[in-house]
C-alpha cells in the first residue's frame, strides 16, 4: 500500500466568504474529520493536484501534515468541483486509525477479456468500484476482476473473487461483480403461407373510390 503525503494548515473562517478568498489566494477550503473531531483546514491547491495526479485512481493513504507538526493518517473521501473551471473547491478528509478497521471503496479493475464479448456476440457489464473492509495497512489499491473466462450469460459474484490478506467485503456474497448479457433479438412474424389468411391486425387495402 502506498502512502502520500500532503500539507494542511488550520483556518478558523467558515462559510463562503473566507472560502472564496482561500481560493483566491491558491487555497482548497477543507474538512478533516473523525476519532480527534472536524478541524477546518487550508490545502495548498498545487500540492493537492500533484498528489492526486501521483495517486490516480487508486485507493491510498495519505500521511496529513497540520501545520508542519500534527501528523495524521487518513483517506481522502471525497472533493468537489466547480461546474464551469473543474477546479476542486473543497475537499473531505477522513481521519483513519492504525489499530481500527475501516470501511473504504476500492476501484474495479477488469483483467482479460471475455469470451462471450469475443465469442459469443455478448456484452460485458461490470461495477467501478467494491466496498471493503480491512486495517489500514491492509488496503488494496485496487480489486483486479478476470473476466477471461467470462461466457454469455454467466456472472461473477463477490464471493468468487480471489481472497485477499486482511480483506472482506461487507456486501451481499450474492452481488454480481461483473456479467456478460446478450440482448434478446425480436423474432420477424412469418409470413402468412398461400391460402391462409393474413394476421387480424394487418392493414386491409382501402376501398377505392367510385
Given at each position: 500500500?502506498?502512502?502520500?503525503?500532503?500539507?494542511?494548515?488550520?483556518?478558523?473562517?467558515?462559510?463562503?466568504?473566507?472560502?472564496?478568498?482561500?481560493?483566491?489566494?491558491?487555497?482548497?477550503?477543507?474538512?478533516?474529520?473523525?476519532?480527534?473531531?472536524?478541524?477546518p483546514v487550508?490545502?495548498?491547491?498545487?500540492e493537492f493536484?500533484?498528489?492526486?495526479?501521483?495517486?490516480?485512481?487508486?485507493?491510498?493513504?495519505?500521511?496529513?501534515?497540520?501545520?508542519?507538526?500534527?501528523?495524521?493518517?487518513?483517506?481522502?473521501?471525497?472533493?468537489?468541483?466547480?461546474?464551469?473551471?473543474?477546479?476542486?473547491?473543497?475537499?473531505?478528509?477522513?481521519?483513519?486509525?492504525?489499530?481500527?478497521?475501516?470501511?473504504?471503496?476500492?476501484?474495479?479493475?477488469?483483467?482479460?477479456?471475455?469470451?462471450?464479448?469475443?465469442?459469443?456476440?455478448?456484452?460485458?457489464?461490470?461495477?467501478?468500484?467494491i466496498i471493503?473492509?480491512?486495517?489500514?495497512?491492509?488496503?488494496?489499491?485496487?480489486?483486479?476482476?478476470?473476466?477471461?473466462?467470462?461466457?454469455?450469460?454467466?456472472?461473477?459474484?463477490?464471493?468468487?473473487?480471489?481472497?485477499?490478506?486482511?480483506?472482506?467485503?461487507?456486501?451481499?456474497?450474492?452481488?454480481?461483480?461483473?456479467?456478460?448479457?446478450?440482448?434478446?433479438?425480436?423474432?420477424?412474424?412469418?409470413?402468412?403461407?398461400?391460402?391462409?389468411?393474413?394476421?387480424?391486425?394487418?392493414?386491409?387495402?382501402?376501398?377505392?373510390?367510385?
Amino acid at each position: 500500500m502506498k502512502k502520500y503525503k500532503l500539507n494542511v494548515k488550520k483556518r478558523d473562517g467558515i462559510g463562503r466568504g473566507p472560502a472564496r478568498r482561500l481560493r483566491a489566494a491558491g487555497a482548497i477550503p477543507g474538512v478533516i474529520y473523525g476519532k480527534s473531531g472536524s478541524k477546518p483546514v487550508a490545502i495548498d491547491a498545487v500540492e493537492f493536484r500533484m498528489m492526486m495526479r501521483a495517486k490516480g485512481e487508486s485507493a491510498a493513504l495519505v500521511e496529513i501534515a497540520v501545520d508542519g507538526a500534527e501528523t495524521l493518517l487518513s483517506l481522502i473521501k471525497d472533493f468537489q468541483r466547480d461546474a464551469v473551471s473543474q477546479k476542486v473547491v473543497h475537499v473531505d478528509i477522513l481521519e483513519v486509525d492504525p489499530n481500527v478497521q475501516m470501511t473504504a471503496t476500492i476501484p474495479v479493475h477488469i483483467k482479460g477479456e471475455a469470451i462471450g464479448v469475443l465469442q459469443e456476440n455478448a456484452t460485458l457489464e461490470a461495477v467501478h468500484e467494491i466496498i471493503v473492509r480491512c486495517l489500514p495497512k491492509d488496503l488494496p489499491e485496487f480489486i483486479e476482476v478476470d473476466v477471461s473466462g467470462l461466457h454469455a450469460g454467466h456472472t461473477i459474484h463477490i464471493d468468487a473473487l480471489p481472497p485477499i490478506p486482511g480483506v472482506t467485503f461487507p456486501a451481499n456474497q450474492n452481488t454480481v461483480v461483473a456479467s456478460c448479457t446478450v440482448e434478446k433479438q425480436e423474432e420477424e412474424p412469418a409470413p402468412a403461407a398461400e391460402g391462409e389468411a393474413a394476421p387480424a391486425d394487418a392493414a386491409a387495402p382501402a376501398p377505392e373510390k367510385k
